[in-house]
């Protein structure tokens, strides 16, 4: 049986060795280089779950009622059903590394093999950050298959943008298979949001405000409206019960809050907004939250208000990240391995304590 020449075997071991020497440094990395990765790092929303067929939690969402009584009451009984459950499907990404038996040979020699093998892994590394935050950006569904991890839109989808339409295969407009309308939807968990506490509060422009359906509006230009209207946003959504603390918009949102704040001094910067303001993300507070932006929302003028100790990210940590052989490419001299990860992405058991408000101008 023919054998692999030592070049080809050296270069092999040279990755899957170094691929796994750094394979936690990768991971901190991605929780590092991105603000909601930060942020769900900082509030401890990665959490594992080894295996399974699909991601489970129990939702309470039924109550029990009091009685008053007197003497000579009859009093009543009741059983009614308390609680539910949401289930998320796992979702599947890789990267690949590819080689062939031409640059293995112009790599030859223990300096080069080095710089070969780090300038690979360095770009998938720098694919699974830049993809990783594309898709939690978007929804589950932004693809009709095969299905991405979950991502902010599932947590906290637009009124208008779920309506049915035509299919669309971009990544960016909603296709019909997202959900059929902000009313009736189940991205999340596979819950209908017919059931109204099963829906996160979203806001936009001509909207009327209606508490039970969870719907608010918002008012434009932003530029002069953005910080009364994100008072009324917070109030809502916390209820003075459990406090938004984050807020991720885009860079007008941004700007215009900055400018906002421009004569007001935030004397106190702590929590996560530190942490960011330390890694090098623009940030400042509200309401004791952190608001910073990001470039890779799917929607222009869109800020979402999060409460991330109600906000989870689950991975399996025995395929998360992981190398696999090297394979080769029938009757050709290339070779390919993935760097593979499982996850469903976000979720979320109580998606009232979350929002999305986009202002039309």
């Known amino acids: 049986m023919a054998t692999l020449p030592t070049l080809t075997r050296t270069i092999d071991d040279d990755f899957v060795n170094t691929w796994y020497e750094i394979r936690d440094t990768v991971t901190d990395n991605i929780m590092s280089a991105r603000v909601l990765f930060?942020?769900?790092?900082?509030h401890g929303c990665m959490?594992?779950?080894?295996?399974?067929?699909?991601?489970?939690r129990t939702v309470g969402y039924g109550k029990k009622t009091t009685q008053r009584f007197a003497k000579g009451t009859v009093l009543t009984q009741s059983e009614p059903k308390l609680d539910t459950m949401g289930i998320w499907n796992w979702r599947n990404f890789a990267v690949d590394i590819t080689r062939s038996l031409i640059d293995d040979q112009k790599n030859a020699g223990k300096f080069k093999i080095k710089d070969y093998v780090t300038r690979r892994i360095e770009?998938?590394?720098e694919?699974?950050?830049e993809d990783l935050e594309t898709y939690l950006m978007q929804w589950g569904?932004?693809?009709?298959?095969?299905?991405?991890?979950?991502?902010l839109n599932d947590i906290a989808p637009h009124v208008s943008a779920w309506a049915v339409g035509t299919l669309l295969t971009d990544g960016v407009n909603y296709p019909a298979e997202a959900s059929a309308t902000y009313a009736t939807g189940t991205s999340n968990g596979g819950i209908t949001r017919v059931e109204t506490w099963w829906r996160a509060w979203a806001a936009e422009n001509a909207q009327t405000d209606n508490m039970t359906n969870k719907l608010l509006t918002t008012h434009a230009p932003y530029a002069v409206n953005l910080v009364s209207d994100m008072e009324h946003l917070y109030q809502c959504i916390s209820a003075n019960q459990e406090p938004v603390n984050l807020y991720l918009c885009d860079q007008a949102l941004y700007e215009s809050y900055a400018d906002e704040c421009s004569n007001k001094q935030q004397i106190v910067i702590n929590g996560f907004t530190k942490v960011a303001q330390d890694l090098g993300f623009d940030a400042f507070t509200f309401h004791g939250g952190t608001i910073s932006w990001t470039n890779k929302l799917a929607s222009t003028r869109d800020m979402y208000f999060l409460n991330m100790n109600r906000l989870e990210f689950v991975y399996d940590p025995n395929y998360w990240m992981t190398m696999g052989s090297w394979l080769q490419s029938p009757n050709q001299l290339e070779r390919v391995a993935y760097i593979t990860a499982i996850s469903t992405g976000l979720l979320t058991d109580q998606p009232r304590r979350h929002g999305v408000a986009n202002w039309s101008s």
Request: aromatic content about 10%.
């Open 38 to 42: 930060a942020a769900m790092q900082y």
């Open 47 to 56: 959490k594992t779950q080894v295996g399974g067929e699909y991601v489970t």
């Open 123 to 125: 770009n998938a590394k």
């Open 127 to 129: 694919s699974i950050i």
């Open 141 to 151: 569904a932004a693809y009709a298959s095969p299905l991405q991890i979950n991502g």
